[in-house]
C-alpha cells in the first residue's frame, strides 16, 4: 500500500500525495539560508526575552562553519553538540552543516560515560558544550580517550537582554564553570573573531551525512542512526504540505502560514523529534521559536513554560503526553491565558486519548498525533491537522510520498491484508542510510520487499477500515497472558480514563499459572488517593479480565526518558531483579 494511493476517504483536503524531490534534495543548512534571505529581519530565537533574527543567526553559523574549517574539520568529519535548549544551538547545527560535517547530538544530561561512548563510537573530532559547573566538567571529562581534539563551551551571558546579562554577572546567577582549560575555546571569542564565510563544499544531500543520533538507550545499547540531509530536508518539505490550520475563527484550514507562528521549544533538540518538529520547522517557515531548555522550571514545574506560552503567544507546541498531562494537570493552568495555542504535534509515544481530550479543553488547540523514529528523522505518519479529519487513538496516515506496510512478525517479507496485526515496515526519503559502523543491526532491521528497502520498526500495528494506522504495540512489550496477546497501550489508555490517574505504565511479569501477568504502575494526580480495590473495580467495569491487571503499584514517580517517554523497560527490569534475588 503506497502513500500515492493510499486506501482511504479520509484523506486530507488539498493535501498532494507526494512531495517533488527537487524541494528536498539540497543541503539542510539550505533550510536557514532560504529563511534569512526571505525573512532577514524577522525573529528566529526567543531566549529569556532577548531575540536573534535569521540574518544574525546565519551569520553566526557562517562564523561558525569558517572557524571548523579553519580549525582541520573537513568534509565527513563528526562534530558533536553537547547542549540543552539554547540560542546558540541552531547556529552551531547549521554551521557544521556549512563545513560539510556531520553533528553528533547528545543527551546534555549525560554522564561522562555515557557521553563518553557516543563521542568514541562516533569518532567526534570537536565538541560544543555548554559553559556550567555540570555540563562543562562532564564534556571535560568525556573527551578523555576518545578523538576529539578541540572543546568550545558556550556561555549564555552574550545571549540575554543586556540589563540580565549585567545584574547576572553582579549577583552571580549566570551560570559558569568554575575554571576552564586554556586549551578549550570560548563560543563568543570564536564567532567574534571568524568570518563570516563558510568554506566552499560540496554537499551530497542524498549521500552525505548530516546528522549521528543516538537510539535505542532504552532498549540496549545506543545505536547511532546516520541521516542524510535529504532525510530531514523530505521530512520538512512532507510536514510542510500536510499541516491545515485555522488561522483565525471563521478561516478554512490553510498551510502554515510563513512568518506568522510562534514554536514552542519544549522538546530538546538533540533527539529527532525536538530537531525536526521544532527548531527546523520554525526555521523552514519563518517563524519564532521560544528556547526552553528546562521544561520543569518553576514551582509547581513546568510554571515557566505556561509563563512563555502566555508572553510571546505561542501557536505550535510539538510535545510528548507527558508534557500534555503535565500541563492539563498543572495545579494552576486556569490563570495562564494558553489560547494562543493553535496546533500540538504529538508523538513520541501512544498519547492516550484522555489526555486529548483534557488538553483540548483547556487550551482550545488541535493535537494531531503522529509517529516515527529517530531512523527516520522521524516523522513517518500524521493524523490530518483538524478535529474534523483525523481519528484519535491511531497515528493517521502516511506522510506524502512515504510508504508504509505492515509484514507478517515471522519473517517480515509478507504483507499482510488490512485489519490485521504485523510489524510497520516504512520506505521513503525519510529513511536513515543505516545504523553508524553496525552492519549486522542493518541486517536485522531492512527487508527489500517488491523492490524497496524497507526499514523494520519494531512496533505491532494495522490499518483500519478507514485506512489510519493504529500501533498496537512495541513488539518486545506485548504480554502473552494464558495464550491472549496484551498489548500495554491497550491497559494504559483505559486507565487513564480514571480521573485520579496522571502517569501510568503496564508491563508483563512473570506468572507461573498464566505464563505472564499484567503490572500496573500508577502515579496518581496531586491530593489525590486510591486503593488497589478502586482500581481493580475500575478495570473489571472497563477491560476484559485477561487484560486487567494483577498487580497494580503505586509510584510517587513513574521512570521516564529525558524526552518523556515512560520507560517500561526501566520497571521491567526492576521486577526481573526482585524475582532473582
Not at 546565519?58 to 553538540?81: C, E, M, P, Q, Y
Not at 554551521?95 to 561522562?112: D, E, F, Q, R
Not at 489560547?339 to 486529548?356: D, Y
Not at 509510584?555 to 515512560?566: A, E, L, N, T
Request: a negative charge.
Amino acid at each position: 500500500m503506497v502513500a500515492t494511493s493510499w486506501p482511504t476517504d479520509r484523506w486530507p483536503e488539498g493535501v498532494a500525495s507526494d512531495v517533488d524531490p527537487k524541494g528536498y534534495e539540497k543541503p539542510l543548512f539550505n533550510v536557514l539560508d532560504e529563511a534569512a534571505r526571505d525573512f532577514p529581519n524577522h525573529v528566529y530565537t526567543i531566549f529569556n526575552d532577548a531575540t536573534r533574527t535569521f540574518s544574525q543567526v546565519k551569520d553566526t553559523a557562517d562564523r561558525i562553519a569558517n572557524f571548523l574549517a579553519s580549525s582541520g574539520i573537513r568534509k565527513g568529519d563528526r562534530v558533536a553538540i553537547f547542549l540543552p535548549n539554547i540560542p546558540q544551538y541552531p547556529a552551531i547545527f547549521h554551521g557544521i552543516l556549512k563545513a560539510g560535517a556531520a553533528c553528533v547530538t547528545c543527551n546534555p544530561l549525560y554522564t561522562a560515560s555515557e557521553l563518553n561512548y557516543q563521542l568514541n563510537d562516533s569518532g567526534a573530532k570537536m565538541v560544543f558544550c555548554m559553559d556550567h559547573p555540570q555540563f562543562y566538567p562532564t564534556a571535560v571529562e568525556a573527551v578523555k580517550n576518545t578523538s576529539v581534539e578541540s572543546v568550545v563551551y558556550c556561555n549564555i551571558k552574550s545571549y540575554l537582554p543586556k540589563i540580565k546579562g549585567i545584574l547576572g554577572s553582579l549577583l552571580k546567577k549566570i551560570p559558569q564553570a568554575d575554571s576552564h582549560d586554556p586549551s578549550h575555546h570560548s563560543f563568543d571569542d570564536i564567532v567574534a573573531a571568524a568570518k563570516p564565510e563558510p568554506p566552499k563544499i560540496s554537499i551530497d544531500p542524498v549521500e552525505d551525512l548530516a546528522l549521528i543520533i543516538y537510539t535505542g538507550g532504552t532498549t540496549g545499547k545506543p545505536k547511532g542512526a546516520a541521516l542524510s540531509h535529504t532525510n530531514f530536508y523530505y521530512d520538512l518539505k512532507a510536514l510542510e504540505e500536510w499541516g491545515r490550520l485555522v488561522h483565525e475563527k471563521g478561516g478554512k484550514p490553510e498551510k502554515l502560514r510563513k512568518g506568522f507562528h510562534t514554536y514552542l521549544g519544549v522538546l530538546p533538540w538533540y533527539h529527532s523529534f525536538g530537531l525536526t518538529v521544532c527548531m527546523l520547522s520554525a526555521c523552514a517557515n519563518g517563524s519564532k521559536m521560544i528556547c526552553v531548555p528546562d521544561p520543569r522550571a518553576g514551582n509547581p514545574p513546568f510554571t515557566e513554560v505556561l509563563k512563555v506560552v502566555q508572553k510571546h503567544k505561542a501557536t505550535i507546541m510539538p510535545a510528548v503526553p507527558t508534557i500534555f498531562v503535565a500541563f492539563t494537570n498543572h495545579p494552576d493552568i486556569d490563570k495562564y491565558d494558553l489560547t494562543s495555542l493553535m496546533g500540538c504535534f504529538s508523538g513520541g509515544a501512544p498519547l492516550p486519548p484522555e489526555v486529548c481530550k483534557q488538553f483540548e479543553a483547556k487550551t482550545g488547540a488541535v493535537i494531531f498525533e503522529g509517529y516515527g523514529l529517530s531512523e527516520t528523522a522521524p516523522v513517518v505518519t500524521s493524523n490530518p491537522t483538524d478535529r474534523e479529519a483525523r481519528k484519535i487513538g491511531t497515528i493517521g496516515m502516511p506522510l506524502p510520498g512515504t510508504d508504509v506496510k505492515i509484514v507478517d512478525l515471522e519473517t517480515a517479507q509478507t504483507e499482510l491484508p488490512r485489519g490485521e496485526d504485523g510489524e510497520l515496515a516504512v520506505f521513503g526519503p525519510q529513511v536513515m542510510q543505516g545504523y553508524w559502523n553496525r552492519p549486522e543491526e542493518n541486517q536485522a532491521v531492512f527487508r527489500q520487499i517488491d523492490g524497496r528497502r524497507y526499514f523494520l520498526t519494531g512496533d505491532i500495528a494495522h490499518i483500519d477500515e478507514n485506512g489510519f494506522i493504529v500501533i498496537t504495540d512495541r513488539k518486545k512489550d506485548m504480554i502473552l497472558v494464558g495464550g491472549f496477546n496484551v498489548y500495554p497501550r491497550d491497559v494504559e489508555d483505559i486507565l487513564y480514563q480514571h480521573p485520579k490517574v496522571q502517569l501510568v505504565a503496564v508491563v508483563g511479569v512473570p506468572d507461573a499459572k498464566s505464563g505472564e501477568a499484567v503490572k500496573a504502575f500508577i502515579q496518581l494526580k496531586p491530593d489525590e488517593k486510591a486503593t488497589e480495590e478502586e482500581i481493580r473495580e475500575f478495570c473489571k467495569q472497563n477491560m476484559a479480565g485477561y487484560k486487567r491487571p494483577k498487580f497494580i503499584d503505586f509510584r510517587d514517580d513513574i521512570p521516564v526518558s529525558p524526552v518523556g517517554k515512560v520507560l517500561r523497560r526501566v520497571l521491567r527490569d526492576e521486577e526481573m531483579d526482585q524475582k532473582t534475588e
